[in-house]
């Protein structure tokens, strides 16, 4: 359960974009996501990591990739147990494709991430997707740790000068907590703050329906 994307960009030859999925290996359990979707049907998912001769060939020079997005889609990339080799690999490559990763950042040690802040160069990005604050975010991201999420936020701006972003999907049970995320934003150095209303993979009775959008926005607005 590999997943691999190539976008029209790659009529492009200035911009030749792809997105990977490097395993499907993920600790956690949203509700919205198809992985868990299927798994509560009584299937049983196939543990693997993306072969390394694939990874080479898809990262060829030949290709011209200039960019290379890690999902956060059916897996978390952070849990692949190939992520650091392709990594090291993109390195070797003398025009290095500008790397963008999207992880909830749950279950890494200190000593992972200061190997990752190593690994990265300053033109990649690192979005985290966390979704409340220490008494909510796990209510949606079912099984992530707080504190390993924070200590992975906080040795990584530590170590890495590159650009980090907090996603924040807005659910019901923890809109009246925007504010108070987009201050611990500024507070761990974030480069931006990005709240989004949850989409249709959002559970019924977690979908915003106490506050607008619009309601949000402006609230954010005057800070």
Not at 92 to 98: A, I, S, V
Not at 109 to 126: F, H, I, N, P
Not at 199 to 219: A, F
Request: net charge neutral.
């Amino acid at each position: 359960m590999i997943y691999v994307g190539l976008n029209n960009s790659l009529n492009d030859p200035e911009f030749r974009r792809i997105q990977i999925e490097s395993s499907s290996r993920c600790n956690l359990s949203c509700p919205g996501c198809g992985r868990t979707k299927w798994m509560a049907a009584g299937n049983k998912p196939d543990i693997a990591d993306m072969d390394m001769d694939h990874f080479r060939a898809l990262m060829r020079p030949e290709n011209g990739i200039t960019n290379l997005t890690y999902n956060l889609s059916l897996s978390d990339p952070v849990y692949s147990g190939v992520f650091m080799e392709q990594l090291e690999y993109l390195n070797t490559l003398e025009h290095r494709p500008k790397i963008n990763i999207s992880t909830n950042g749950s279950g890494r040690t200190e000593r992972w991430w200061l190997k990752l802040a190593g690994l990265l160069s300053q033109k990649d990005r690192v979005e985290f997707a966390i979704d409340g604050l220490e008494d909510t975010n796990h209510i949606y991201r079912v099984n992530s740790k707080w504190d390993t999420i924070i200590l992975g936020v906080r040795t990584l701006r530590k170590n890495w000068s590159g650009r980090m972003m907090w996603r924040y999907v807005i659910f019901e049970h923890n809109y009246h907590q925007v504010l108070q995320a987009q201050q611990l934003a500024i507070e761990l150095g974030f480069d931006l703050f990005r709240p989004v209303v949850g989409d249709g993979r959002t559970p019924k009775h977690m979908r915003l329906i106490s506050r607008t959008w619009e309601e949000i926005e402006n609230d954010l607005s005057k800070v």
